[in-house]
């Protein structure tokens, strides 16, 4: 693995914890409270796409690189 480029490898680790934030977000789920007010752990959704789209980017770069 050391023979990757660091962009490939960032890139999959992007990926990877972006997967974990819907993860997190599907397993957390949502509820109403007494109150009629939502509870959810809504900031997972945009990190996570802000991840996943980190993580194509870097592994973009990364296959090119190494191309």
């Known amino acids: 693995m050391s023979n990757l480029p660091k962009a490939l490898?960032?890139?999959?680790v992007c990926l990877?914890?972006?997967?974990?934030?819907?993860?997190?977000?599907?397993?957390?789920?949502?509820?109403?409270?007494a109150e009629g007010i939502l509870r959810e752990p809504f900031a997972l959704i945009p990190l996570?796409?802000?991840?996943?789209?980190?993580?194509?980017?870097?592994?973009?770069?990364?296959i090119l690189r190494r191309r």
């Open 16 to 33: 990877g914890l972006a997967a974990a934030c819907f993860v997190a977000k599907a397993l957390a789920g949502s509820r109403v409270d």
């Open 48 to 62: 996570g796409w802000l991840l996943a789209f980190c993580g194509l980017v870097l592994l973009a770069v990364g």
């Open 9 to 12: 490898v960032a890139g999959l």
